[in-house]
């Protein structure tokens, strides 16, 4: 390859501290972007030549050297460097060399800016499709270890200190349930991504004949983001929707962290795991430390301060586009890096948890049963609630020995430990599974081999064509 030419080269000389200072780490984070940004290309690609603003020469020359460049990179073998400048830049001078005339037509009608957002509006779909797919299969993780110790006694705290009789399956059903939740905060953020920018161009649309919505089905998009100006306005926006949607998983995530630190500490003794999951001491040869779980809260802060951090640098912006939007692109990465590795850790953990269950029995007090014990007397003695709770407030020395399972079983109110419907789980499950997989469609297949039969048009021929070449 010769030397790199900028796409906005007009002869004069940049100074290099200038353009070590713009190009930063994003240059290196763009590594990620090849394969998203030449799918863009792709599909750019073919709405020209279908709306005959390049030649088929053109079309054939692009399409071969852009899955040259697939190929290349799927085998490791298109390195960005410094020099580059960006993915947008390596892609078009690479095709340039090749096709010296044709390389210059596939910029025909968009702008870096537009190339930017879809590039990062695809990366994040892909993404998002991962992070869906960890969150069921650890939703579903979690529904195992509940039914295999739905009625394991176990007890319950508010203000860290013991209050009323809970299990293990109630505990861990907590988890499926506030992963639900976040699930659904995943795939808003999903929704609200998948509109494509492509042919936004630099904020304010172009003055030629392209067609948004062909680029948008080509590239698996839900919908097309229609404003011009909007697209530049959203980004950071949608970046910080992402983020933050992330952030509810970790929450959920350093729960279950902070509960297995507190609960495997020898004071406690709930729990314990496979020792190839902690860590041991350079002095102490007794212990086993579980880092990953207190690795787990920190990162859970670093993803907090990756949503302020977008939210702020997309807060005071003026409308189009602004260079302060590529500081985004370095926590939104980090995001779903942290965020996916923290979901296999726990999955780890919870396949391997394993509940000690004679110890958690003898922390089992009778005092957990004082409220049980006042609706008891409710019931036989037609008491009010305040009368008996007194009663048993003041002779609490006088609460039976109740069988724990026997009063796990009779607290059947919705949600409650004998009431959990974990079986209901699965229809849930299922479709979220079913969502997750046309997604995956979208995000894959789509980009990748192009469903013609939904696209062409049945009266020419020539557009079979060329939607049959260019993705298989």
Request: hydrophobic share 35%.
């Amino acid at each position: 390859m010769s030397k790199t030419v900028k796409l906005w080269d007009k002869g004069t000389k940049s100074n290099s501290i200038i353009e070590n200072y713009l190009a930063g780490d994003d240059i290196f984070l763009d590594q990620q972007l090849v394969q998203f940004d030449v799918y863009g290309s792709l599909a750019h690609c073919k709405m020209l030549y279908q709306n005959n603003l390049i030649e088929k020469i053109d079309f054939d020359h692009l399409t071969k050297g852009l899955k040259q460049i697939l190929k290349l990179n799927k085998d490791g073998q298109f390195n960005l460097s410094l020099s580059d400048e960006d993915i947008h830049t390596k892609v078009e001078n690479y095709l340039t060399e090749i096709y010296p005339e044709s390389g210059g037509k596939l910029h025909t009608g968009r702008s870096r800016n537009d190339q930017v957002l879809v590039d990062i509006r695809l990366y994040s779909k892909d993404q998002l499709t991962d992070v869906i797919k960890l969150v069921i299969n650890l939703i579903s993780d979690f529904q195992i270890f509940s039914k295999k110790h739905e009625f394991l006694p176990m007890a319950g705290y508010t203000h860290m200190q013991q209050a009323m009789l809970s299990s293990v399956g109630l505990w861990a059903d907590s988890f499926t349930q506030s992963l639900l939740d976040d699930l659904t905060v995943v795939q808003t953020a999903y929704d609200l991504n998948d509109q494509s920018p492509l042919g936004s161009g630099a904020a304010y649309g172009v003055s030629l004949p392209i067609d948004r919505e062909l680029t948008a089905k080509l590239l698996g998009f839900k919908k097309v983001q229609t404003n011009a100006l909007y697209c530049q306005n959203s980004k950071g926006k949608i970046e910080s929707t992402i983020i933050h949607s992330l952030s509810s998983i970790m929450n959920t995530l350093s729960k279950f962290a902070q509960d297995i630190l507190l609960f495997t500490t020898s004071e406690f003794n709930y729990f314990s795991v496979p020792k190839s999951l902690t860590t041991g001491s350079s002095i102490m040869p007794q212990k086993n430390n579980h880092d990953a779980m207190e690795l787990l809260r920190g990162k859970t802060k670093v993803i907090q301060s990756y949503y302020s951090l977008v939210s702020s640098i997309n807060s005071d912006l003026p409308s189009g586009y602004n260079r302060d939007t590529q500081l985004i692109k370095q926590p939104l990465f980090e995001s779903f890096k942290i965020t996916k590795e923290s979901l296999q850790v726990v999955s780890l953990y919870v396949n391997s948890l394993i509940p000690n269950k004679e110890n958690i029995k003898k922390n089992i007090s009778k005092e957990l049963f004082a409220a049980h014990h006042a609706y008891q007397l409710m019931k036989k003695n037609n008491w009010s609630f305040r009368k008996a709770y007194s009663y048993v407030g003041k002779n609490l020395d006088k609460i039976p020995n109740y069988d724990p399972i026997k009063v796990l079983k009779e607290t059947t109110t919705l949600g409650g430990p004998g009431n959990l419907q974990l079986d209901s789980l699965d229809k849930n499950l299922l479709r979220q599974s079913l969502t997750l997989s046309q997604r995956k469609q979208n995000t894959h297949q789509t980009m990748s081999k192009i469903n013609i039969n939904n696209l062409r048009n049945k009266n020419n021929e020539k557009n079979h064509t060329i939607y049959k070449s260019c993705f298989t």
